[in-house]
C-alpha cells in the first residue's frame, strides 16, 4: 500500500502533457480476491495517476475465457467476496466453501462450535481456486471432500474416482512481498511479507497425494508465469492501441516485474511462444496453459461478446496483430535482491515456481536488470528510441 519511491517518477514519464498515458498499459498481478475497479482505484490513488478497470488484469481475469464453465455448478476457494467475483467474470451458479460448510458441516471438524445454516446438495462440476483462503483447514477439508466424491460430498462414491472433476487454480505465488518488518527466508529469497496462494496449493496437492497415491491434476493453471495470462494482457494492450487509433502493430511487449519465477519466467516463456506462433502462418493466436496440459483455452477475440459485454472493450476487427516478442526486466525492489548474485538466484533451489512449470535456466534469466521501474521505464524508451512525447 506504500509505493516505492520510483513509482509516481516512473508514471509521471508515461504521461504525456495532458496527463493522459503515451503507451498502451497493463497492470497485471496475481491478486485475486478483489474486483478490478477496486485495485485501478487502489492504483489511481496511489500512483497519483489515472488508471481504469481496463488496466487491470487480476489473476482470475482470464477465467472470463473459460465459458465452458460458466453455466457450470463451480465450488470458488479464496478471500474476499469470491462468490460475487465468480458472477461477474461469468460463473453463474458459483458457490462458496463457506456455503458448502454450511451445507455439509459434519465435514469441518475441527471447530466444534460452527452450525449449519442452508444446503447445497447440487453435484459439483468444477473447483475454482482463486487465492489463498483464510481458514485454510476448512478449504482443504471440503476442496479434498469434493475431489474425492466426484463433486458430490453427500454421497461418496465406494472409491475416489481418477482423475478427478476439473480443477482450476489462479495464482501459484509461494511467497509474496509486503510490509512486515521479519523477513521470510528461504533458498535465494529474502521477503517481507507472507505465504501466497501456492503454498496453499502445494498442501492441497501432498494432501491429495497421501490419501489418494496420485497426483492431484490442473485443467488450467492462470495468473503469472501462466502463457494463458500474458495472451489476455496482450490483447488487452491491443485493445488499448487499436482505441487510440494506432495502425502499427506492437511489436515488442515489456513485462516489468521483481520476481524471476513469475514475472521474468512468464514474459521469457510467452516470448518462446510468440517466436514458436510466429513461425506459423495466421495472427490469432490460441494459448495453451503452460503446464502442457492440452486444454484448449478460447481466447479474447473469439469471445468478444462475453469479454465486452464484462467491460474489458475488445471489440472484433478492432484489434491490432499480435506482438512479435516479450521482453522480460526484472527490477530490484521487491521480491529479488540484488545483494544476491543474480547467477546465485537462477538456481533450481532458489527458483520456488509451481511443480507444473519445469525449472529452466533460460526462463528465468532477465533480459534486462535495472534498479527499479523508473529505470525501467527510461530503459525501454532509449530501446525504443521514445521520446515520451
Request: glycine fraction near 8%.
Amino acid at each position: 500500500k506504500t509505493p516505492i519511491p520510483a513509482a509516481r517518477k516512473a508514471f509521471r514519464k508515461l504521461l504525456d502533457s495532458r496527463g493522459e498515458l503515451l503507451v498502451p498499459l497493463v497492470f497485471v498481478t496475481n491478486n485475486g480476491s478483489t474486483f478490478r475497479q477496486t485495485k485501478a482505484d487502489q492504483l489511481t490513488h496511489i500512483l497519483g495517476v489515472p488508471i481504469s478497470p481496463e488496466q487491470v488484469m487480476l489473476s482470475h481475469s482470464p477465467l472470463r475465457m473459460l465459458n465452458q464453465y460458466h453455466d457450470k455448478h463451480v465450488l470458488v476457494s479464496g478471500q474476499g467476496p469470491v462468490g460475487d467475483i465468480a458472477k461477474s467474470i461469468g460463473f453463474s451458479r458459483a458457490i462458496t466453501v463457506e456455503m458448502l460448510r454450511e451445507a455439509f458441516p459434519l465435514l469441518d471438524v475441527v471447530d466444534h462450535n460452527r452450525r449449519p445454516k442452508i444446503a447445497v446438495r447440487e453435484p459439483h462440476t468444477a473447483v475454482v481456486l482463486f487465492g489463498e483462503p483464510v481458514r485454510w483447514e476448512t478449504n482443504l477439508q471440503l476442496i479434498v471432500d469434493v475431489l474425492l466424491t466426484a463433486g458430490n460430498p453427500g454421497n461418496a462414491p465406494p472409491r475416489p474416482p481418477y482423475p478427478h472433476i476439473p480443477l482450476l487454480a489462479c495464482n501459484m505465488d509461494l511467497m509474496w512481498m509486503a510490509e512486515a518488518k521479519t523477513p521470510r527466508y528461504g533458498a535465494g529469497w529474502r521477503l517481507r511479507g507472507g505465504f501466497g496462494h501456492g503454498t496453499f496449493m502445494v498442501c492441497l496437492e501432498s494432501i491429495y497425494k497421501k490419501i489418494t497415491g496420485r497426483e492431484l491434476k490442473y485443467e488450467a493453471l492462470l495468473g503469472k508465469p501462466s502463457e494463458t495470462t500474458y495472451h489476455y494482457a496482450e490483447c488487452l494492450l491491443r485493445a488499448q492501441a487499436a482505441s487510440r487509433g494506432w495502425q502499427r502493430p506492437l511489436h515488442t511487449l515489456y513485462a516489468i516485474g521483481d520476481n524471476l519465477m513469475t514475472d521474468v519466467y512468464g514474459a521469457n516463456l510467452y516470448n518462446r511462444y510468440l517466436r514458436e506462433e510466429g513461425s506459423r502462418p495466421g495472427w490469432r493466436r490460441q494459448a495453451k496453459v503452460a503446464a502442457g496440459k492440452g486444454v484448449r483455452v478460447l481466447g479474447p477475440l473469439e469471445q468478444h461478446q462475453e469479454v465486452d459485454r464484462d467491460g474489458d472493450g475488445l471489440v472484433p476487427g478492432a484489434v491490432l496483430p499480435g506482438s512479435a516478442r516479450c521482453s522480460s526486466v526484472l527490477v530490484c525492489t521487491g521480491v529479488y535482491s540484488p545483494r544476491r548474485s543474480l547467477e546465485d538466484s537462477l538456481t533450481e533451489a532458489a527458483c520456488h515456481g509451481h511443480r507444473d512449470f519445469t525449472f529452466d535456466p533460460a526462463l528465468v534469466e532477465p533480459d534486462h536488470v535495472v534498479p527499479d521501474i523508473a529505470a525501467a521505464v527510461d530503459l525501454i524508451y532509449q530501446l525504443e528510441h521514445f521520446t515520451g512525447q
